[in-house]
């Protein structure tokens, strides 16, 4: 059992907000969980992970069953010979391999994705898909990225996939934005549309919905992240030329108006149009809001770290539905991207950079927030508890990014709430 340990406070380099650091026991999912919403975004892509039976079991549990389509995610599932040395894995690995492409004659991509065993037998996958792709050169491009619960939490397989891509796509040095993470397809089509009527492009999307069809990327190209967990690949695109925008994440109204300004501003578009172009589903979204904010207003929360939302979730709480923030918990916390989220964070907010799990639960058993934002292996104790909790994993599922899913966002708070209010005898 690790020792107690007391919390450090730390400059974090934006404004005088102090950060606080925790080290100790931690509880999250691994980066596998990644694999369940890329594979649905990459249309041409299948994701091979290279681990154990429970590397299976959690991705069939994550991802549900799928009845009307068949998955492009499978498990080549390491035996005790494999564990043990005394079989070839990179024979089994390439027949495996072998199946997968003559069972997918459309397949462009194919990801071989380490886990925990993997990684203890310390088998070389990145050597391995090297030698794949020039097997199969000119038919599946493969590549290698870790999703070990060892080297990754929750959502940092995403980041560490579009990491593996970046090297693979061309180059371009003319102006474009480059919106970086994962979006729904209705989503990314919703910013399309607003990006068009700013006058904003060319726009092109990583993850793109084809990975055969990569964007290209140059030193003409400013980054827009769409997710707070892809800090990895930000730095990969910059060194390769690219120029990051400083903007929250695009959470609720507020969120959605900075993060479009940051790259009109970039394409020398006045914040007057941008008000213009945004003033209708602006206002759709702000009347939809409503009646969830007062179910919202006044509510404490408190943010368990997980997914890497939690700041901008928090922000959006505070500001778009009046919540009071007991604390926001990060697993990790990138300074730099995080900045304009920390600066509309109010003050009296504490923020937690990692975990120490026992101290935290304590924490939260003490205040006992109305909602608790948490990962899937802590909700039930603190149900038992008699505290209301969120799964984190079901913010990342689904659509939320943009002013048509600010209501949608704001509801998935105010349900257990809601219902909690229903059952009270």
Not at 324 to 334: G, I, K, N, S, T
């Amino acid at each position: 059992m690790s020792a107690v340990q007391p919390l450090n406070d730390l400059r974090c380099g934006v404004g005088e907000r102090p950060i606080q650091r925790e080290r100790g026991p931690r509880e999250m999912f691994c980066g596998l969980t990644g694999i369940v919403w890329l594979h649905r975004k990459l249309q041409d892509a299948f994701f091979l992970v290279v681990g154990s039976r429970t590397c299976a079991h959690l991705l069939q549990s994550a991802a549900g069953v799928m009845i009307f389509g068949e998955p492009r995610f499978a498990t080549a599932i390491l035996q005790e010979r494999d564990l043990a040395g005394l079989a070839d894995c990179n024979t089994e690995l390439d027949r495996v391999v072998a199946q997968v492409v003559a069972r997918r004659p459309n397949l462009k991509t194919l990801f071989l994705v380490g886990s925990c065993p993997s990684e203890v037998i310390k088998l070389d996958l990145a050597t391995a898909a090297q030698r794949l792709s020039r097997e199969y050169a000119g038919k599946v491009r493969v590549l290698s990225y870790s999703g070990s619960g060892i080297e990754t939490s929750f959502t940092q397989g995403e980041d560490n996939c579009l990491v593996s891509l970046v090297p693979e796509m061309p180059r371009d040095d003319a102006p474009r934005l480059l919106v970086v993470g994962t979006l729904a397809d209705i989503v990314e089509d919703q910013f399309v549309r607003l990006f068009d009527e700013l006058g904003i492009g060319p726009v092109s999307f990583l993850p793109s919905r084809r990975a055969g069809a990569l964007p290209p990327v140059g030193k003409g190209t400013r980054l827009l992240l769409a997710q707070p967990f892809v800090n990895n690949t930000a730095r990969a695109l910059m060194a390769r030329g690219a120029t990051p925008l400083t903007a929250p994440m695009p959470l609720g109204v507020e969120g959605t108006l900075a993060w479009l300004g940051a790259a009109a501003a970039a394409w020398g578009v006045s914040p007057a149009r941008v008000e213009a172009v945004a003033a209708a589903p602006a206002r759709r979204a702000r009347q939809a809001l409503t009646p969830l904010r007062e179910a919202l207003a006044g509510k404490r929360i408190s943010f368990l770290p997980d997914s890497q939302l939690e700041i901008p979730l928090a922000r959006f709480l505070a500001s778009e539905c009046g919540m009071d923030v007991v604390e926001v918990a990060v697993p990790h916390l990138d300074r730099q991207f995080m900045a304009a989220e920390l600066e509309r964070l109010p003050a009296a907010v504490p923020v937690v950079e990692g975990q120490h799990v026992e101290l935290q639960l304590e924490r939260v058993r003490a205040a006992r927030p109305d909602l608790t934002v948490c990962g899937l292996g802590l909700a039930n104790p603190l149900e038992a508890d008699g505290l209301r909790t969120k799964w984190s994993i079901e913010l990342v599922f689904s659509p939320v990014q943009g002013f048509e899913q600010a209501a949608d966002l704001a509801e998935l708070f105010a349900r257990p709430l809601l219902r909690a209010a229903r059952l009270e005898v």
